[in-house]
Antibody, heavy 119, light 107 residues
Framework: QEELVDSGGGVVQPGTSLRVSCAAS????????FHWVRQAPGKGLEWVAG???????YYADSVKGRFTISRDNSKSTVSLQMNSLRPDDTAVYFC?????????????WGHGTTVSVSS | DIQMTQSPSSLSASLGDRVTITCRAS??????LGWYQQKAGKAPKRLIY???SLQSGVPSRFSGSGSGTEFTLTITSLQPDDSATYYC?????????FGGGTKVEIK
């Protein structure tokens, strides 16, 4: 069964850091690019960051310089290190995969992990 | 950045109705577009990729069309399970961008 399991969310204060992770199973990890997508309460979907097989990183302007996406191909995990968190980073964070060979967007998603930034 | 303008933002339709949702890209994206369905509290589920290819396991009442800058998601006969919010996503160029969403309600 192909699965992504998101974890690491929590309640943090503004200006602090948090790391969320995504554990993949049931498929060949290196055949996919991975993304983080977030959804603020009552709002739409917002792409946050992506990482290729070789480690090339892409970021939304709203998180550039504050967030870092990484992957560990040996452990089939993807992480998002979030620094200098702000209240508007409050959201459910979803991990998603996208095939490399035939680009077709995100096909499998994690269930999401909730990040709340509040004083 | 490529802007995705999705319309309408919400609609209400009856069971069996034909429903159409549109996404317009601010620049050409070939057919690098997907459609997603999201129910409250759940992760998005892909319905369509490549603008018109149906995801395995998705009912055939869902279809997608378009290329370049204009794209459409059609539900040919609305069912109770189709009550959800629908999003388009362009994956032609970074940053990836979603449409604003369309909330579909059943009358």
């Amino acid at each position: 069964q192909e699965e992504l399991v998101d974890s690491g969310g929590g309640v943090v204060q503004p200006g602090t850091s948090l790391r969320v992770s995504c554990a993949a199973s049931g498929f060949r990890f290196t055949s996919y690019t991975f993304h983080w997508v977030r959804q603020a309460p009552g709002k739409g979907l917002e792409w946050v960051a992506g990482i290729s097989y070789g480690g090339t990183q892409y970021y939304a302007d709203s998180v550039k310089g504050r967030f870092t996406i990484s992957r560990d191909n040996s452990k089939s995990t993807v992480s998002l290190q979030m620094n200098s968190l702000r209240p508007d980073d409050t959201a459910v964070y979803f991990c998603a995969r996208a095939p490399i060979l035939v680009p077709s967007g995100m096909d499998v998603w994690g269930h999401g992990t909730t990040v709340s930034v509040s004083s | 950045d490529i802007q995705m303008t999705q319309s309408p933002s919400s609609l209400s339709a009856s069971l069996g109705d034909r429903v159409t949702i549109t996404c317009r890209a601010s620049q050409g994206i070939r057919n690098d577009l997907g459609w997603y369905q999201q129910k409250a509290g759940k992760a998005p589920k892909r319905l369509i990729y490549g603008a018109s290819s149906l995801q395995s396991g998705v009912p055939s009442r869902f279809s997608g069309s378009g290329s370049g800058t204009e794209f459409t998601l059609t539900i040919t006969s609305l069912q109770p399970d189709d009550s959800a919010t629908y999003y388009c996503l362009q994956y032609s160029r970074y940053p990836l961008t979603f449409g604003g969403g369309t909330k579909v309600e059943i009358k």
